[in-house]
């Protein structure tokens, strides 16, 4: 049994490892960008399909990833274990599912998501957007 | 010989029977999750008996969504045989526009699949046959996965 990070974006409720997160923070509702010790993340938010968008929420919470650029805002940051994980079915397998499977707690389905490659397609759309 | 089926109308507007010893259960205004980045015909996923069940045949969103309810929708179950565990029972669930309609077909009526049909069904198409003027498809859920190959 693994422990995943899990944090609520939205409606939804996304699960992923720890590993991934440098660290949570606060923050203010019309803060951009967050520096900690010569780092610096934008703050974005993730739309219902898992695009990265420019943040519009004032959520007060961020979770600030490694490798990537980007602090996500988010309302609830926490854990959940991974022993009732349910593998996405292969039916439904694509290439760009950033969905691996699911974990249902209590009425709720929590997305158990691969958050790198979400933050990678999110690092080249900025780049596609700033010409780069 | 005759038999009994269900005829069942997709939300997306395709159409198939099924056996009726394939149905688990009739449920009706049911809150689907929306999985973005799945493939056209299956991207929703519905709770049932504390099991995930892929959503095959929703019509086509047209806003970004987490959860979209449906009106039909019909749990079936079947068997891969091509699986290690042979015997062992799989689910899907299935949206459909309307309500499930029960049916009488025969061996005689069997034929050949539309083009479109053999698009959408692909491998997982086994026979069809006719019945009043439509073409009414049979399928093998088990072959719907998207890696399926003969």
Redesign the interface.
């Known amino acids: 049994m693994t422990s995943l990070a899990l944090i609520q974006v939205g409606d939804r409720q996304l699960a992923f490892p720890h590993s991934a997160i440098q660290t949570v923070e606060r923050c203010s509702g019309s803060q951009k960008r967050i520096c900690l010790a010569d780092q610096e993340w934008e703050l974005v938010d993730i739309d219902e399909r898992f695009n990265i968008i420019a943040n519009i929420l004032s959520e007060s919470l961020v979770v600030c990833f490694k490798l990537h650029p980007f602090a996500l805002r988010c309302t609830k940051v926490g854990s959940i274990d991974d022993h009732e994980f349910t593998p996405l079915p292969s039916i439904m397998g694509a290439e760009d599912c950033y969905v691996r499977g699911f974990i249902q707690q209590e009425d709720q389905l929590v997305f158990v998501v691969d958050m790198n490659s979400i933050m990678e397609k999110g690092g080249v759309h900025c780049n596609v957007m700033l010409g780069v | 010989m005759q038999r009994d089926a269900w005829s069942l109308t997709l939300a997306d507007g395709h159409g198939l029977a099924i056996a009726q010893q394939q149905v688990q259960e009739y449920l009706s205004n049911i809150s689907a ?7 056209s015909h ?2 929703q ?1 519905v ?1 049932w008996r ?5 959503l ?1 045949g929703a019509e086509k969103l047209d806003a ?4 979209q309810v449906h009106k039909h929708v019909l749990i079936i179950s079947y068997q891969d045989l091509n699986a290690d565990s042979i015997g062992q029972a799989d689910w ?1 669930a299935i949206c459909l526009s309307k309500q499930p309609q029960l049916i009488s077909v025969s061996d005689g009526d069997q034929c050949e699949p539309s083009a479109e049909q053999e698009e959408y069904w692909k491998y997982s198409l086994l026979a069809c046959f006719r019945y009043l003027d439509e073409i009414i498809p049979i399928v093998d ?1 088990s072959r ?4 399926y190959r003969h």
């Not at chain 2, 970004?64 to 959860?67: D, E, G, L, Y």
């Open positions: 999750h929306i999985v973005p980045g799945c493939r299956c991207q996923v709770l504390k099991k995930v069940l892929p095959w970004a969504r987490s959860i899907i859920f719907l996965t998207p890696s």
